[in-house]
């Protein structure tokens, strides 16, 4: 029996300001990003960064407020990540400065904005 | 330069069965410029995790897909058990197995019949979609659904299936051969299909790795990704060697495929022979996910990711289903960049878009 390479958990917390030097680092080290999604835990939003190499995922974790949440793109890096950042754009209110193809809210064509905000989700779209 | 038009492409379109948007901005016939639009049909499934128990989302994710449908519900049980850290018994994961490559050789089928529908060739849709018949016809026999099975639970399956049902189902897949290489040989072999295959929608291995290419279309440009190499399942006991192709091009996609569908059968024949006796379920009492887990299964269109992040409560925090048609996207723009307007809907095809899986 192999490895269970499925089995390996890396989840690493980061501070928002250490985002795109992590993410740099990983790509220089030969990850592929293989995932990004947010989470609503309380008043605050996690969001997950998943990465791929050799059959093993590291994971990066970080947390923004869900008042205002900010963060920088990684677009810059990973040009395919506005997949995910302009979904978490219109399903959690997160916006991302320097997105390199920004949807300006219209990705997904949902009846309520941000629905999945804790703090101001689900007004009229 | 010569003058610039943007013609819509989409989301109501003969060869797109479901619906995703282009922008093309054309030039002398040529595409420049493509810029995808989805989200038109987006279900929020994954909003459902705050209304359904954890084992009830079973139902649910696997309803994300109605093709790779038995393949979600896998991916879900995968980060619940791991969440949990149940283990599951080995004749479930060969029963697993089996189910999932069952699910892939349908799933290719359907595509082929889709693609040889997308240039025209209806006979050769038919058959492909007839051949693919028989396997529905199994699904049905052994879990009672020809495309949600509601079989797989957290902690193994509902349904056991006797050695030698299985013994007869790896003769029937073993009697598939033959017409299914008649069927290939006119994907692989004939003129008219390959003038519109052969060199259309190149995609270098560097490109698919830049891009985040998964799955066939990956594949095709000799990349290696297939995640059915980490270790899960079965697939450990069974010998096997992702199907590559170097050319990256429309027909490698196809190729990749088309050997895909005779490696699931080998596949399905190895798990038949070594399939060990015992349970098919562990039992799960008193226990709630509470940490978080990423797991990532090869669906038939590529790698999908499965997030789930419990707090202990008979509700999870979050499932985040990361599905292949999202992770092909951005390749599928780059390779429209420069191709033939009338090229558009085979290269549209060739990644296998599932926009029922994007708009979970």
Known sequence: ????????????????????????????????????????????????????????????????????????????????????ENEMHDLFGITFKNLSLDYGGKFFKVAKSTPWNPKFGGGEN | MAKRTIIPFGPQHPVLPEPIHLDLVIEDEKVVEAIPSIGFIHRGLEKLVEKNEWPEMVYV????????????GWGYCKTIEGNLEVEVPPRAEYLRTIWHELGRIHSHLLWLGLLADGFGFESLFMHSWRLRETVLDIFEETTGGRVIFSVCKVGGVRKDVPDEKLREIAGILNGMRAELSELTDVFLDDLSVKNRLVGVGVLSKQEAFDLGAVGPTARGSGLNNDVRLDGHGAYPDLDFAPCLEEDGDCYARCKVRVREIFQSIDLIEQCVAKIPAGDIAVEIKGKHPAGEFVGRMEQPRGEAFYY?????????????????????????????????????????????????????
């Open chain 2, 308 to 360: 789930s992040k419990g707090s202990g409560q008979k509700f999870l925090e979050r499932i985040r289903v990361r599905t292949p048609t999202n992770a092909n996207i951005p390749a599928l723009v780059q390779t429209l960049q420069g191709c033939d307007l009338a090229d558009v809907p085979m290269l549209v095809l060739t990644i296998d878009p599932c926009i029922s899986c994007t708009e979970r």
């Open chain 2, 61 to 72: 994710i696997e309803r994300v897909c109605g093709i790779c449908s038995f393949g979600h």
């Open chain 1, 1 to 84: 029996m192999s490895e269970r390479k499925d089995l390996i958990q890396e989840i690493v917390s980061i501070d928002a300001g250490a985002l795109l030097g992590t993410v740099q680092d990983l790509k220089t080290a030969g990850y592929r990003l293989g995932q990004a999604c947010a989470t609503p835990v309380g008043d605050d939003i996690e969001v997950l960064y998943s990465f791929e190499k050799d059959f093993a995922l590291h994971n990066v974790k970080l947390s923004v407020g869900a008042t205002a949440p900010e963060l920088q793109s990684i677009t810059a890096i990973y040009p395919y990540a506005f997949i995910y």
